[in-house]
C-alpha cells in the first residue's frame, strides 16, 4: 500500500528522483535521463530488495536532510558523501533498517559526485511514459518535473516488518563494485565520426589528459585539455548520439554526452565511452582528470556481459534465505 | 562512401544511408524504421532516424554486434519490396499577428518583402519533417524557399513560447516547449505538439509532412477552447507521392 515515506527537511544541492530512465520514446525527441551511475542505483535496489528500475533519488555532492515517515530499510550506491541515520555513519552499499522518526542526512562529500538511495518497494510518483525519472529542463517525470524542495513528502510502498528485517544488513562484495577512484584511462570505441578529424587530432585524443570543467551537469561534461584537430569542419548533419558520446565542437575540447543528453546533435562523434566505465565517468567531479583509450566492441562487450552476470549473481544471493 | 553499419557505443548502431539531405534518403530511412517496426525484434530497444542515418538502440546482454549486422543486414535486404506506407500531411494553423510574431517585420524588411507577402511565401507548399529533436516533439522541416532565409537573432531571446514557429537560415521549425531559443519568430500555432498524457505524446512523427495556414487571433483563441475542450481534430491528410 502507498504511504508517506520521506519527508524533505532540506533539498541539498540538486535532489532527483531517477530510475533507469525514459527509454522507447527518442524518436520523438523525448529525453532518456535516468540515474546518471546507473549501475549504483541498480545495486542499490538489489540490496534493499527491490527490482532494479524502482526509483529511487540521485543526490549531489551535498545530499539532503530526510526524515522516515514510516520503517523501511535504505541503500546507498555510488559517491561516499558521509551519509549519516540519525548523526551515525551508514557505510554505501549496505542495506540498513531505518525506524519511523530517524533522519538520513549527508556531510563532506569523501569521493564521488553522486549517491542513489534506494528505499524498500521504491519511490511513488506517477510514471510519464514508463518511467519516473525526472527531467528538469522539460520539467517531465519525478514530483512535477523539478528537483525535490523542503517540505516535499514522497510516497512509498515499504514491506512488513518481517521481510523489512530479512532485507537489512546486506552488503556487496568489494570485487563487485567498479574501482571508483582508478586513475586507469576511460575506454572508447571509436566513431562513428573519426573520419571527420585529422590523425594527428584522433592521437592528441587518445594521449592527452583532460580536466573536467565546472560545467558537469547531467547533460554532459564539457572537458579541458589538448585541442583535437578536425579536418575540415565540426559539424555534422544532426544524428542521434547516446550515454557517454563524446562530441568535438569546432573548439577542439570534447563534451561527453550524460543522462540528460538530447536525443541527437549536431558535432562530429570521435567515439562513446563504453557502458561499464560510464559509473566511474558519472563520479567524476568539476577538476577531475580523465585520459582516454581506444577498445573494440568485442572486448567492450565481454566486460559489459562479465559485469551483469556479476549483478544478476547479487540479485539471486539477495532473493535467497541465505544473509551475509 | 561512409561505412554502412557502425557502432555508437556497446548499445547501438548506425546505420547509414546517404551523406545529404534528400527526399530519397528519407525515403529509405522511413523505409527501414517502417521495416524495424514491423519486424519486433526482441533484442531492439528503439530507434532515431536522423537526415542520413537510422541509429537501433538494442540489449548488449542479448546479442552482440556481429549478429545484430547481421539482423540489419537482413533487414536492408527487404528494403526493396518495402512498400512504404503513404506520408501524412499536417496542417499547421498559424497566427502570425501581433505578439506572436515578434520578428515578422524584421524578416520581411531583410528580404524587402512585405509582411503579407512574407506569410504567403511560408504558407506556400509542404515542408518535410526529417527528424524530431532538440526539444520533445520539435521537428526539423526541410524545403523552406530561400526568398525568406533569415540569420538566427544576434541575440538569442531567454523565452520562446511553446507553439512559436520560427525562421533559422533555410530551416522553419515549430518550438514544442517553453525553452530559450535565437530563431526568428513569425507567429504561433495554438496546437500542443508535446504532451507526455498524450497517447501519442509527439503531434508529429518524422516523414510527415506540414503545411501551414495562415490564421486570425480569433481562429487561434478558438482553436486553443476547442484543444481544451478536446473537441478539435487535427487537420490532416494522406499525401500523394
Request: charged letters at 25%.
Amino acid at each position: 500500500m502507498s504511504t508517506p515515506l520521506l519527508k524533505v527537511e532540506k533539498p541539498g544541492l540538486m535532489t532527483t528522483i531517477q530510475d533507469l530512465g525514459r527509454t522507447g520514446y527518442q524518436q520523438y525527441g523525448i529525453v532518456v535521463s535516468g540515474a546518471m551511475d546507473s549501475f549504483a542505483v541498480r545495486v542499490a535496489n538489489i540490496l534493499v530488495g527491490n527490482e532494479e528500475s524502482d526509483a529511487a533519488l540521485e543526490v549531489t555532492m551535498m545530499g539532503p536532510h530526510i526524515e522516515f515517515l514510516a520503517d523501511t530499510v535504505l541503500a546507498i550506491g555510488g559517491a561516499d558523501l558521509s551519509a549519516s541515520l540519525d548523526d551515525k555513519r551508514i557505510p554505501p552499499w549496505k542495506s540498513v533498517y531505518v525506524k519511523k522518526g530517524q533522519v538520513l542526512s549527508f556531510g563532506k562529500p569523501e569521493h564521488g559526485m553522486r549517491a542513489y538511495v534506494a528505499v524498500n518497494g521504491g519511490i511513488e510518483v506517477e510514471p510519464l511514459l514508463g518511467s519516473k525519472s525526472t527531467y528538469v529542463k522539460a520539467k517531465m517525470g519525478g514530483i512535477e518535473g523539478r528537483e525535490l524542495q523542503k517540505g516535499d513528502v514522497l510516497n512509498g510502498r515499504p514491506s512488513s516488518k518481517e521481510v523489512l528485517q530479512k532485507v537489512a544488513g546486506l552488503v556487496v562484495s568489494r570485487e563487485l563494485l567498479p574501482d571508483y577512484i582508478s586513475s586507469q584511462p576511460i575506454r572508447v570505441i571509436g566513431g562513428p565520426d573519426e573520419t571527420a578529424f585529422t590523425k594527428s587530432g584522433l592521437e592528441t585524443f587518445y594521449s592527452g589528459e583532460y580536466e573536467c570543467t565546472r560545467d558537469v551537469d547531467r547533460m554532459g561534461y564539457r572537458l579541458l585539455g589538448p585541442v583535437i584537430e578536425h579536418k575540415e569542419t565540426a559539424d555534422i548533419l544532426s544524428d542521434a548520439v547516446t550515454m557517454g558520446t563524446i562530441q568535438v565542437p569546432s573548439n577542439g575540447q570534447p563534451i561527453i554526452l550524460l543522462a540528460d543528453r538530447q536525443t541527437s546533435g549536431g558535432y562530429a562523434r570521435i567515439g562513446t565511452v563504453i557502458s561499464v566505465d560510464l559509473p566511474r565517468l558519472a563520479q567524476q567531479a568539476p577538476g577531475g582528470k580523465i585520459r582516454f583509450q581506444s577498445i573494440s566492441i568485442e572486448k567492450a562487450e565481454q566486460l559489459l556481459r562479465n559485469r551483469e552476470k556479476a549483478l544478476f549473481q547479487l540479485s539471486l544471493g539477495v532473493g535467497s534465505s541465505t544473509q551475509q | 562512401m561512409e561505412q554502412r553499419f557502425a557502432p555508437v557505443g556497446d548499445q547501438a548502431i548506425r546505420i547509414a544511408f546517404g551523406e545529404t539531405i534528400s527526399k530519397e534518403t528519407n525515403r529509405a530511412i522511413r523505409a527501414f524504421c517502417e521495416l524495424l517496426k514491423k519486424s519486433k525484434l526482441d533484442e531492439v530497444i528503439e530507434w532515431v532516424p536522423s537526415y542520413s542515418a537510422v541509429t537501433v538502440y538494442y540489449k548488449p546482454t542479448e546479442i552482440r554486434y556481429a549478429k545484430i549486422v547481421q539482423k540489419m543486414e537482413e533487414l536492408l535486404t527487404q528494403l526493396i519490396e518495402m512498400d512504404l506506407p503513404p506520408a501524412k500531411r499536417v496542417i499547421v494553423p498559424v497566427c502570425y499577428e501581433g505578439k506572436f510574431a515578434p520578428d515578422l517585420e524584421e524578416v520581411a524588411k531583410y528580404h524587402q518583402l512585405s509582411v503579407d507577402e512574407v506569410i504567403k511565401i511560408h504558407t506556400n507548399g509542404d515542408y518535410l519533417i526529417y527528424m524530431l529533436g532538440f526539444t520533445p516533439g520539435f521537428p526539423y522541416m526541410g524545403g523552406m524557399s530561400k526568398e525568406i532565409a533569415t540569420p538566427r537573432l544576434e541575440n538569442p531571446r531567454s523565452l520562446v513560447p511553446a507553439g512559436s514557429v520560427g525562421i533559422a537560415g533555410e530551416q522553419t521549425g515549430i518550438y514544442s516547449l517553453d525553452t530559450p531559443g535565437g530563431w526568428q519568430v513569425i507567429g504561433r500555432t495554438p496546437l500542443v505538439l508535446y504532451d507526455g498524457k498524450r497517447e501519442n505524446p509527439s503531434l508529429f512523427e518524422a516523414g510527415d509532412h506540414v503545411r501551414f495556414r495562415s490564421i486570425s487571433l480569433d481562429e487561434y483563441e478558438e482553436i486553443r477552447r476547442q484543444l481544451v475542450a478536446k473537441t478539435y481534430e487535427i487537420d490532416d491528410e494522406i499525401v500523394k507521392e
